[in-house]
């Protein structure tokens, strides 16, 4: 039973186009979401959050933005740069389990 | 260190083998995480601790996983009779502060991992 689901294994991007990164979570409790970076043989590193009273939330290139309704986040990052490329994770919690619950990651790729 | 450093980077162990992954958290984090990686996927919690306490080891998949933090500082995973279904990369994670209070704007710092292959 996957909580948090990243559909698309990989997603290529032209460099300097947007990139949408989707990510979709069953759990009507989680009110805390993260996205994490992570380049080969190095691990995960924090890149953007949000909180459930929000819909939004923006830092330079990185914008989350969250549906509650539909249960739904999502990560663009704009303009895409090639150190862009890494696989994304979305992660979710809740205060009556503070445990992460990560999805399976999405690989972008930025062509040049 | 400037981050969480973790040993050995690579580890290959014959199948019924002990293993130990060290986990060296940044100076002064309070909270302490491991997690396993298996290919493809994300990571999985296996095992908290703040300080020296174990808070939370509920996702240790069986008793032959055991982890320990002894003066709140490195922290130790233990595998005994290492099986093949074990072979994952193993992830340490710190934070400043711990749940529920740092639950948000306490991100987790993770060190490169260890990857365990078991034949």
């Known amino acids: 039973d996957q909580q948090v689901k990243q559909n698309s294994p990989s997603l290529s991007v032209q460099e300097g186009r947007i990139s949408i990164l989707n990510c979709d979570y069953t759990n009507s409790m989680f009110d805390y979401f993260l996205w994490y970076k992570k380049y080969p043989a190095e691990g995960p590193t924090f890149l953007i959050s949000?909180?459930?009273i929000k819909d939004k939330n923006e830092d330079g290139r990185f914008t989350v933005f969250l549906n509650k309704s539909a249960k739904h986040l999502s990560l663009h990052i704009v303009p895409s740069q090639p150190g862009d490329s890494a696989v994304y994770f979305c992660a979710a919690s809740s205060d009556s389990n503070y445990q992460l619950i990560w999805g399976a990651g999405t690989k972008l790729i930025i062509k040049p | 260190g400037a981050g969480v450093s973790q040993s050995p980077r690579y580890k290959v162990a014959k199948r019924g083998q002990d293993v130990a992954l060290r986990c060296d958290p940044i100076s002064g984090h309070v909270s302490l995480f491991w997690y396993q990686q298996a290919l493809g996927q994300g990571p999985e919690f296996l095992t908290y601790?703040?300080?020296?306490?174990?808070?939370?080891k509920s996702g240790l998949p069986s008793d032959r996983f055991f982890a320990e933090r002894p003066e709140g500082s490195v922290s130790t995973l233990k595998i005994q009779r290492t099986q093949q279904e074990d072979s994952a990369v193993y992830l340490c994670?710190?934070?400043?502060?711990?749940?529920?209070?740092?639950?948000?704007?306490?991100?987790?710092?993770f060190g490169n991992g260890t990857r365990l292959t078991v034949t």
């Open positions: 994670a710190s934070s400043l502060l711990g749940p529920p209070r740092g639950r948000k704007n306490s991100p987790l710092h």
């Open positions: 949000i909180s459930s």
């Open positions: 601790f703040q300080n020296e306490a174990q808070l939370d």
